[in-house]
């Protein structure tokens, strides 16, 4: 599975989007792009996937680039709920199941 | 909607004592994954079965083990307990429906004393 890097942290101010880079230049053509947020100390929660096309939910959009090897996810109107640390996860399908790996995430403090 | 349990949410036990947490899957889900935070730490996948055979290993001890039972229950055997071993301890399960996400429970917070 590819390897993910993403910033250690991040600030941004309540209302404005956030955008969060990750970086996954190793990442293979059957891996997908996940990203899940942890809220304290919470079971993580699923934001958003995507394998090549840029993708849309009621949470958040996905930018894939062309070449696949770095992400950014946007939280369009950031809300103090939305701080987290926020983990971008390479994964594919082996032996039947999903592997995921979660790297060190980049902790995102939304300021009032 | 239904969401994956955890139980129990706490556990206080003793060095070298055994543990036993278990997990019930959303209904439907077939596949159940465990992963260890330790406090200040991300996330590290231990284990994950699909229709209850082992799938993925990841860093388990050999003093753990778990298994998925046939109503898709999984458990997480963790014996000779140590200090390291106090953790929040996730389950998390998924459908097979071909781009998996996983649905957490709470977690079980484990604290060895």
């Known amino acids: 599975d590819a390897k993910t890097t993403q910033p250690p942290s991040m600030d941004c101010a309540e209302g404005r989007a956030a955008n969060l880079p990750c970086n996954h230049s190793t990442i293979s053509g059957n891996e997908y792009v996940y990203w899940y947020r942890q809220i304290h100390s919470q079971g993580p929660q699923y934001i958003i996937h995507g394998l090549k096309n840029n993708e849309t939910n009621e949470m958040a959009s996905l930018i894939i680039t062309e070449d696949r090897k770095s992400s950014t996810l946007i939280l369009p109107h950031a809300t103090l709920r939305d701080t987290a640390v926020y983990y971008c996860?390479?994964?594919?399908?082996?032996?039947?199941?999903?592997?995921?790996?979660f790297g060190t995430g980049t902790r995102l403090k939304v300021l009032a | 909607a239904a969401g994956v349990i955890q139980s129990p949410r706490h556990l206080i036990k003793e060095k070298r004592e055994t543990a036993t947490l278990k997990c019930y899957p959303i209904p439907r889900h077939d596949t159940v994954y465990w992963y260890q935070q330790g406090p200040g730490q991300d996330p590290q996948f231990l284990i994950s079965f699909y229709e209850k055979m082992q799938s993925d290993k990841g860093s388990i001890p050999d003093r753990f083990s778990a298994q998925q039972f046939s109503d898709y229950h999984s458990e997480l055997n963790m014996s000779s307990l140590e200090l390291g071993d106090s953790a929040l301890y996730f389950c998390?399960?998924?459908?097979?429906?071909?781009?998996?996400?996983?649905?957490f429970g709470s977690g079980t917070q484990l604290s060895v004393l």
């Open positions: 998390a399960s998924s459908p097979r429906t071909g781009d998996e996400k996983l649905f």
């Open positions: 996860i390479a994964s594919s399908l082996t032996s039947g199941t999903y592997k995921y790996i």
